[in-house]
């Protein structure tokens, strides 16, 4: 671990020694494996992590009543830590990452290289309804940019490697080398020319393996084709396309709208934490795929396993015909947005409360 943080921070006197001896071009390909594998390594510490927590839960996981409070339980604490231990300097979002390259020379806090680590898994681990992908987006490329900072790259160089961060912080949590290079390149690095696209796929694939080395993970969405390919077909894919926009369109107005609604309760703070704590609680106790990041459940639904993916809610979903299962899962997929912002609301509200148990 101390070597680890000697390379990010401090800058490892032997890496020095090679930097002398590469020219820049060959130490920005070392380097990029160097993140890779530091990058994969963080993701596989969170997915420990969060699934350390989730083992933990599943002991009480016959009392859904429990189960369905925990989320507010573990933005609390991940309040806590945000607010006495870091200080409120956590950055939110991959705004944050795109505001640092554009405005602050790719320069991100060093802090940044473990807080989301610790603060997403308190609240996916207890099963909030948010993803492991921004946080590890960001770890990923706080460890790029601060690696770059402590063997004093330039500005390209260090952007570069920032997004190698990121891509193989993407490749190590979820097993897509090629996802996490398509991310940094048309995300990150959007003026980018070919030569960036060496370094972030070693970064990439260093993390994928690291991960694959330590966790002995399979793909989670694994598929059987059952038919041959049709070309006849492809009408249905270019809907599956344009719903899946319009879908897109309607999560991110709903996250707004739903942020705004709340904004009316801006100076009632205990009434906004009743109605994101109640209103979380109710959805995961109606429908339990809501419940953490939601991949398992993900995989049991493309099983076709509906009754293992409702489990434990105060639904009777056997009972339900097929067009009713249909109906509830689409119902699922239109409140799906709101638990974020519930949490987010929790979270805002209770820094700003100053309870005692804070």
Known sequence: MKFFINLIFKGNGFIVWIQNRLTPKQFVIFSAILIGLTAGLAAVI???????????????????????????????????????????????????????????????????????????????????????????????????????????????????????????????????????????????????????????????????????IILHEDILLNFVLREPFNYKNIPFYMLLGIVTVFFSYYYSKMFLLSEKFFRKFEK?????????????????????????EGYIKIKQLSESNISAAFAGSLLDIDSFSKIQIYLILLFTILVKPLPPVLLLEVEAMVVTLHLPFL
């Open 268 to 292: 009632k703070k205990l009434i906004r934490v009743l109605l994101g704590g109640s209103g979380l609680f109710l959805m995961i106790m109606i429908f339990p795929p809501l419940f953490g």
């Open 46 to 212: 969170l997915k420990l992590f969060v699934h350390w927590l989730l083992v933990k839960i599943g002991v009480v996981s016959n009392n859904q009543w429990l189960i369905a409070s925990l989320p507010v339980i573990g933005i609390s604490l991940c309040v806590i830590y945000i607010h006495y231990i870091n200080g409120n300097k956590l950055g939110k979002g991959l705004a944050n990452i795109l505001f640092s390259i554009a405005k602050k020379s790719s320069i991100l806090p060093k802090d940044q290289t473990y807080s989301h680590i610790i603060s997403s898994a308190l609240t996916v681990g207890f099963g909030g309804s948010a993803g492991l992908e921004s946080p590890i987006v960001t770890t990923g490329s706080a460890i790029g940019s601060n690696f770059g900072l402590a063997y004093k790259l330039n500005y390209k160089e260090r952007t570069l490697l920032l997004a190698c961060g990121a891509a193989a912080g993407i490749a190590g949590a979820f097993n897509t080398p090629i996802a996490g290079v398509l991310f940094a390149l048309e995300v990150l690095l959007v003026e980018a020319n070919i030569s960036a696209f060496i370094p972030i796929l070693i970064a990439s694939a260093a993390g994928g393996l690291c991960s694959k």
